[in-house]
């Protein structure tokens, strides 16, 4: 008898979980996947849509640029978020897919404190990453062996850093991690450690770099000082309707860009001075074309 | 028709009891079936695709040592050397076994031949307790303690192939013992009573009779030890530097199939040769893992003891 009554509660509880979902999908439901460094900005972003919108359901959740991209491109979900240009990545065909930029990330080379190196040229940070220079002192710092940590291969901050500061050359194999936060604290604590983080996880740990006596800072990423930078982008498989298309609004809207985003450590894309496209073309916002790619 | 009769031809309750747990069971055993089944498929269709779609030669992902399938070579071949990553895992995998070997048989010895009670009371829960502990924090300390311990006494980052084995040695130290202590236990107690009777000292004893009549269970032990360190990802990952590199020491930064997978996959898109190529390394690891469980059996019975 007792188990009988056990079975009819977990049916019961069973029936009641289903309720659940369908009460909460009564209202409107999308699911926005992909780059865990836009991941914070989505979320905070859904949280307050929603309390301002009673009844909608915004899902978000992280698994990479490459798996936002892909999803979105079989349909599976309705946003995917990425790091990249849909057509920086391989294996995406981005003709199918609508662009929504929603924030920019600077990203910095950041180094371990004792280096006692504060500015590097591109080329001289080039070299850090091909292999060419092994040791701080070559490039007036202190006797210490250089060691370079990678992200993860793929990774959006990993191809954006490459794509502006090594240009074709390719990266020689070195450490690699999956997180930023892990390549912030392996920085701090090896000595002669070199990487690259967004602006927003630069802390007192560390020390970011000077490149050409530009500072890394969000003024200097409007003008396009600082060349390390991309979007965050949110795409979207054909142009987006309901609430896919209130919930992008939301986000580009001139108050979330200049309080949430800002406030979240990204810079807003309302303050950007110029555009870039895929191809890596900087245009003035003026209209003026300035200088082509690197 | 007399009652009896009926009651005798009419399936009884307790058959049918029966039968419904026959369905029952024959439902689950398949269920899993159908999903070792399905994982395989599915692991093995996407991982093969690399060699089948992407005319990748199956012994240059084996031997080559450059890993990078985003970026072709001079000849335009896609670089996917698994090489370092089979080395790493391979390395620390047997370093780990070989490290915890002796503690286990230690630790099992005392706890079975030389101190039972002591062993139950103290040792057993200490044991089950390192079980326990999620592997994140394994790592978290071979992070935090272990690798500055690395650095700071034999130089370099401190990550690498060493750092991967202190920590794994922890990890399947406990596995190895518990596989240990059951395989001294169930030695029948008429060998020690021989053993002793023909007058060997104890040492004579648990070395040449215990330990060789538990030889084929403490085998196996090691063998899962392997199993689980070769399998186990993040707190590796953490440790062992994560470089692509045919290590050229113990401290160098290297990385294993387990590091490599996490790592990349969520940067991948399903379909591209970069995610293939991951397919394929999860596709050895599940190659390797039944590999192991192959040689727990054959130790299993080639190592039966004859009485």
Not at chain 1, 170 to 194: C, F, K, L, N
Not at chain 1, 220 to 231: A, C, E, K, L, Q
Not at chain 2, 288 to 305: C, P, Q, T, Y
């Amino acid at each position: 008898m007792k188990k009988r009554h056990l079975l009819f509660l977990a049916l019961a509880g069973l029936l009641a979980l289903a309720g659940c979902g369908t009460s909460q999908s009564s209202g409107e439901a999308i699911t926005a996947v992909g780059s865990s460094a836009l991941q914070p900005l989505v979320e905070a972003a859904a949280e307050q849509y929603q309390t301002d919108h009673v009844g909608v359901f915004i899902n978000v959740q992280g698994g990479g640029t490459g798996t936002g991209l892909s999803q979105i491109q079989q349909g599976a979900v309705e946003i995917g978020n990425s790091d990249l240009f849909a057509e920086e990545k391989a294996g995406i065909n981005a003709k199918k897919l609508v662009d929504h930029r929603v924030a920019v990330v600077g990203i910095t080379p950041i180094a371990n404190k004792a280096v006692g190196v504060k500015n590097l040229t591109v080329v001289q940070l080039r070299r850090l990453f091909t292999g060419e220079i092994t040791n701080w002192k070559q490039v007036g710092g202190k006797d210490l062996p250089v060691v370079v940590v990678n992200r993860a291969q793929g990774s959006g901050t990993r191809a954006t850093f490459e794509r502006w500061v090594l240009g074709d050359r390719q990266p020689m194999p070195a450490q690699e991690q999956d997180s930023t936060g892990m390549v912030r604290s392996i920085v701090a604590s090896t000595p002669g450690a070199v990487s690259y983080v967004a602006f927003s996880y630069v802390d007192s740990s560390v020390r970011a770099l000077a490149l050409s006596g530009v500072k890394p800072t969000d003024q200097n990423v409007t003008t396009n000082d600082w060349p390390i930078w991309s979007y965050e982008h949110m795409y979207t498989k054909g142009q987006p309707h309901g609430l896919t298309k209130q919930f992008l609004a939301y986000i580009q809207s001139a108050k979330t860009q200049q309080r949430l985003v800002s406030k979240m450590g990204y810079i807003p894309i309302t303050a950007m001075k110029v555009t870039r496209d895929a191809k890596g073309n900087v245009i003035d916002k003026q209209g003026e074309k300035s200088n082509g790619s690197n | 028709m007399d009652p009896i009769k009926a009651a005798m031809l009419k399936r009884s309750r307790s058959a049918k009891l029966e039968q419904r747990g026959k369905l029952i069971s024959l439902f689950c055993i398949s269920l899993i079936v159908i999903v070792v089944a399905a994982i395989f498929f599915f692991v093995a269709s996407r991982g093969l695709a690399t060699f089948f779609d992407n005319k990748v030669n199956l012994w240059s992902f084996l031997s080559k040592s450059v890993w990078s399938p985003a970026v072709n070579d001079a000849h335009g071949n896609p670089q996917v050397g698994a090489l370092p990553m089979i080395v790493g895992s391979f390395g620390v995998t047997f370093l780990s076994a070989v490290v915890a070997t002796p503690f286990a048989v230690g630790a099992a010895i005392f706890m079975t031949e030389i101190s039972p009670k002591m062993g139950k009371k103290i040792l057993q829960p200490v044991i089950e307790l390192l079980v326990g502990i999620p592997s994140v924090v394994y790592g978290f300390i071979g992070l935090s303690v272990v690798v500055p311990a690395i650095r700071h006494v034999f130089g370099g980052t401190g990550f690498g192939i060493l750092a991967g084995t202190f920590v794994l040695f922890v990890m399947i130290l406990p596995t190895v013992t518990s596989m240990t202590v059951d395989a001294l236990n169930a030695v029948p107690r008429y060998y020690r009573e021989a053993s002793l009777a023909l007058g060997g000292t104890r040492w004579q004893t648990i070395s040449r009779v215990v330990l060789r009549a538990a030889m084929p269970g403490i085998l196996t032990g090691v063998v899962f030890g392997m199993a689980r360190a070769f399998g186990e990802a993040l707190a590796v990952q953490m440790v062992i530097g994560n470089a692509a590199l045919l290590p050229h020491n113990l401290i160098s930064p290297a990385s294993t199939l387990t590091s490599v997978l996490t790592s990349g996959i969520g940067n991948t898109v399903m379909g591209s040769l970069e995610n293939n190529a991951l397919w394929s390394l999860a596709l050895l690891l599940l190659l390797m893992s039944l590999a192991f469980n192959l040689v727990i059996r054959w130790i299993g019975k080639k190592g039966e003891m004859k009485r």
